[in-house]
């Protein structure tokens, strides 16, 4: 009995995305792309993310968050969208300067996934 509920509330069991192991592949996948000497060498890890982020889009997540997580997923994508299109100019200092936007969009909503307890005080 207690595995069924231990199941029933694990990650998968929302929507079949586990975001918690998505966003440690993201890092992973982002930190192979910004030491990529190479375009081939950034295509791979920036093909990967762009998966990530799609498979990331297709879970379920609580109401009060879902707007968010969504808008967030969909901003990643058009900035990895604007990588690829460099990798695919072989213009790899281009990419790697398009990349410095998903970091941004990393930290923006990182931030507000997640307000410190000053800006939940004051705004």
């Known amino acids: 009995m207690t595995l069924c509920i231990a199941i ?3 990650p998968m069991a929302s929507g079949g995305v586990d975001l918690k192991k998505n966003m440690q592949a993201m890092k992973l996948a982002f930190k192979q792309a910004a030491e990529a000497q190479s375009v081939e ?5 920036i093909a990967e993310l762009d998966q990530l982020i799609a ?4 879970g379920d997540y609580p109401p009060e968050k879902a707007d968010l997580y969504l808008e967030g997923f969909k901003k990643l994508s058009l900035a990895i969208d604007n990588v690829d299109a460099e990798l695919k100019k072989g213009n790899l200092e281009a990419a790697k300067q398009s990349l410095r936007e998903v970091d941004s969009l990393r ?3 990182h931030d507000k996934r997640n307000p410190s307890i000053w800006k939940k005080l004051f705004g």
């Open 8 to 10: 029933s509330t694990s």
């Open 41 to 45: 060498a950034m295509q791979t890890p």
């Open 55 to 58: 498979d990331s889009k297709q």
């Open 107 to 109: 930290l923006e909503y």
